[in-house]
């Protein structure tokens, strides 16, 4: 990496750490997965899955809206790659996705949801 001089001199040694700023194509990747917590249904459809494997019928009754609509959130979560789908007959299935990011996505809500709604 080329020398490079800030405009303010603060006496901070920043060339090492510079090098290891990751690329912007990887902060990208993190926040489209953060996009996915834009939504307090989706997050929830996302909790249930990451704790069972259910269709889109059980999941509609389970979090009171129409299939459509857990459609949609179902499909944003599969694009960002935190649920994985699998079908049996004519049934579709999703759980979680067995990666890294969806666990940790999983214990930051869980951690979130006891830190915002402790119990009385």
Request: with cysteine; net charge neutral; hydrophobic share 40%.
């Amino acid at each position: 990496m080329a020398a490079r001089n800030l405009p303010h001199d603060h006496g901070q040694k920043f060339e090492q750490f510079l090098e290891r700023v990751p690329r912007l194509e990887e902060f990208q990747t993190v926040a489209d997965i953060f996009k996915q917590l834009g939504d307090g249904s989706r997050i929830r459809i996302f909790w249930l899955l990451c704790h069972c494997e259910e269709c889109v019928i059980n999941l509609s009754s389970m979090m009171d809206m129409s299939s459509p609509a857990v459609s949609h959130h179902l499909r944003q979560l599969k694009t960002s790659g935190l649920i994985v789908s699998r079908r049996d007959g004519k049934e579709v299935y999703y759980k979680a996705a067995q990666t890294q990011q969806a666990q940790l996505l999983h214990h930051m809500i869980e951690a979130m949801v006891e830190i915002a709604c402790p119990a009385p």
